[in-house]
């Protein structure tokens, strides 16, 4: 899996820390960064993604394909 933050979309609300808080963190402008796409199952991550009130996140398959939205 493969996770893409849009940071000109991120608005720093941290849905997606308290849903997975070992794949995902705020940075130092409260912009969403990716700490480990692998630290929590594929479910997971879509949840974090749907979760995100601004659709900042993407998420991939291996191949690029996209998955979530």
């Known amino acids: ?4 933050i849009l940071r000109h979309e ?5 849905e997606c820390v308290e849903i997975a808080p070992d794949v995902f963190a705020l940075d130092e402008r ?4 990716v700490l ?3 630290a929590d199952t594929p479910e997971k991550l879509i949840e974090a993604a749907g ?3 601004c659709a900042a996140i993407e998420i991939l398959d291996d191949e ?3 998955v979530f939205p």
């Open 30 to 33: 409260g912009k969403a960064t």
């Open 10 to 14: 991120c608005c720093g609300h941290s």
């Open 36 to 38: 480990d796409p692998e």
């Open 51 to 53: 979760a995100c009130p």
């Open 64 to 66: 690029g394909d996209p």
């Open 1 to 4: 899996m493969q996770i893409r």
